[in-house]
């Protein structure tokens, strides 16, 4: 078997990233090409969660690359370096035409329904702040003595705040310590629709041994369970079954359970034995290390200014954090240039030409006590009438979303508050912004202000 040379292996690499940088991982340095037969490449990687990664995202694009640098029709084949294969080739590999591959399209569910899971969401890549300390400190300890520590463990909160990547990375290191253990980890959708076709066809025997003999049954989005009353049903019998063995169950959901409407309430009261955690949106300290994080796993260099003006403007979620990120990847793709702030200013649709400068807290201030007719020094005051504790209050949660004041430095700045009464603040304005249109709509009006600099 011929092995492939190091220079071309290299020259790949550095064309996969100047043609495909999203999705390229710093850890693409630890793969190795081992073996070149019948116009396959066979590339090792560190792990089976690094090859899933691989030919679920990364087949097409690593082919264009060897076919460009090798002048040859190759493709690529992906194993791992626990594999128990013949690497030399199977006669599978062996008889299959090189423009062809397992792992052609990429694949959002498994053949059996469990969602694959991805390097990029293991606990190393998640960033911890005081919006979701409580939710990954819980998940560490599932994650170490999964049946034990918390059973179940629920957590909740907006789309796109970590959820699922803390399920991930519950699921992974579960993985990591024990590699036999029996994890299913799917959508509520898939729950569901496998329940009703099983049922249909008379298979209810085959779901049951598929969803209960299982040592961890991790579900993503199970507010989708209401309204569902035969799904409910047979839902609470599969979590009893689960829960009497000691066996871990992980959910998620963008509402606590007594807030899903239409569940069952003892389905409610199940979901609450082990621990209800939230996590919340994330703070402008918190989205700003995430930037950074999201930039180390792309091996891309990211300047402070760069990653404090995406972590200023994306305020809503990571998701979009990270299409900030990716968008601007993109442009400094194009004429291979490094990032800086003008060029990210122009990804981000905004005036290079105007200077980018970060929100002060005197600025919100300014905004609030325009906004309410207040003056500073009423905010400063001991008093807590409505009038006064609410502008005082949007104050501190605007402080925390939007500059890199800690909560002491804030509570300092009105009045010497501790760093409890500011986290109060924050969580009470987080809370209920949603429900009264007086506290969205300064938001709305105040935040305007702030991104567009005045």
């Not at 071309?8 to 070149?36: M, Q, Y």
């Not at 959508?187 to 209960?212: I, K, L, P």
Request: charge should be negative.
């Amino acid at each position: 078997m011929a092995t492939p040379d190091m220079a071309i292996w290299d020259d790949a690499l550095v064309l996969l990233r100047k043609t495909h940088p999203t999705i390229c991982r710093h850890w693409f340095n630890t793969l190795e090409p081992s073996g070149l037969e019948g116009g396959v490449v066979t590339i090792v990687a560190p792990s089976p969660t690094y090859r899933d990664y691989l030919e679920r995202t990364c087949s097409d694009a690593f082919d264009d690359a060897l076919r460009t640098v090798t002048s040859r029709l190759v493709t690529s084949r992906f194993v791992a370096a626990s594999d128990e294969v013949d690497r030399a080739g199977t006669e599978e590999v062996q008889n299959r035409r090189p423009v062809e591959h397992p792992a052609r399209q990429s694949k959002l569910v498994n053949g059996d329904g469990t969602l694959p899971l991805s390097p990029d969401y293991t606990f190393q890549h998640y960033v911890v702040g005081p919006d979701n300390r409580l939710a990954h400190a819980a998940a560490c300890a599932v994650a170490e003595n999964p049946g034990k520590a918390y059973n179940p463990y629920f957590v909740h909160g907006d789309v796109g705040l970590g959820k699922t990547h803390l399920l991930q990375a519950i699921c992974l290191r579960i993985r990591a310590k024990n590699p036999d253990a029996r994890i299913f980890f799917t959508s509520c959708e898939h729950f569901m629709t496998r329940f009703m076709e099983d049922v249909a066809a008379g298979r209810m025997a085959e779901f049951r041994n598929q969803f209960r003999d299982l040592d961890v049954l991790v579900i993503d989005d199970i507010q989708f369970l209401a309204k569902r009353d035969r799904t409910q049903e047979e839902f609470f019998h599969t979590f009893n079954s689960l829960y009497q063995q000691d066996k871990q169950i992980i959910l998620s959901s963008d509402l606590p359970p007594e807030q899903i409407p239409d569940l069952e309430e003892r389905l409610v009261s199940r979901f609450k034995w082990g621990l209800v955690t939230h996590i919340a949106k994330p703070g402008f300290e918190t989205r700003l290390e995430i930037v950074k994080e999201k930039a180390r796993m792309r091996g891309l260099e990211v300047p402070e200014s760069v990653a404090e003006l995406v972590a200023t403007r994306i305020e809503t979620n990571v998701r979009e954090l990270e299409g900030a990120l990716t968008t601007i990847q993109l442009y400094a793709a194009v004429d291979n240039n490094p990032v800086t702030l003008e060029l990210a200013r122009l990804a981000l649709g905004e005036d290079p030409t105007q200077a980018f400068k970060p929100v002060t807290i005197e600025q919100i201030v300014a905004h609030v006590t325009d906004y309410f007719g207040v003056r500073l020094a009423d905010l400063q005051s001991r008093k807590r009438t409505r009038t006064i504790a609410l502008p005082r209050q949007i104050c501190m949660y605007l402080a925390r979303e939007h500059t890199r004041h800690s909560l002491e430095e804030i509570g300092g700045y009105f009045g010497g508050r501790d760093h409890t009464t500011v986290l109060h603040a924050i969580r009470t304005i987080g809370d209920r912004q949603g429900l009264e249109s007086e506290i969205s709509q300064a938001l709305e009006s105040l935040e305007s202000k702030l991104r567009s600099g005045q």
